[in-house]
């Protein structure tokens, strides 16, 4: 039986197939694109903020506490850098610091 919530693996999924038509074809250059903003549509939907210890933990869909996109299976690009891109928001890089509702554990 999964542990997966029905909600949180249609997010994904939706989330995993718009990040390949994005990225397929060309590859993502973190330093070129610029940085996901809070008050991004998009970003509003999912929740998207900077800093991941402004969110409450109790609001989280998922019991983790340690949640950041350093930490989330949907984040690209290359460990340590502050700004990365992210399978959910293609063309734009967020902070490694910061979190979204869709955040998922590394595998
Ligand atoms: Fe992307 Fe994961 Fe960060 Fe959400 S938590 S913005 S899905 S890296």
Redesign the pocket.
């Given at each position: 039986m999964s542990t997966i919530p029905r909600r949180k693996f249609i997010q994904l999924s939706a989330?995993s197939a718009v990040g390949c038509l994005a990225l397929s074809g060309r590859d993502a250059h973190a330093a070129d694109l610029p940085r996901?903003t809070e008050d991004d549509p998009m970003?509003q939907a999912?929740r998207?903020k900077n800093d991941?210890s402004s969110v409450d933990a109790a609001s989280r869909n998922s019991p983790v506490t340690d949640?950041?996109?350093?930490n989330?299976?949907?984040?690209?690009g290359a460990d340590g850098d502050a700004w990365?891109p992210?399978?959910?928001?293609p063309g734009k890089v967020?902070?490694a610091a910061?979190?979204?509702?869709?955040?998922?554990p590394k595998a």
């Open positions: 989330a996901l970003a999912m998207y991941a949640q950041n996109c350093a989330c299976a949907l984040i690209q990365r992210c399978l959910i928001f967020v902070a910061g979190w979204c509702s869709v955040w998922a």
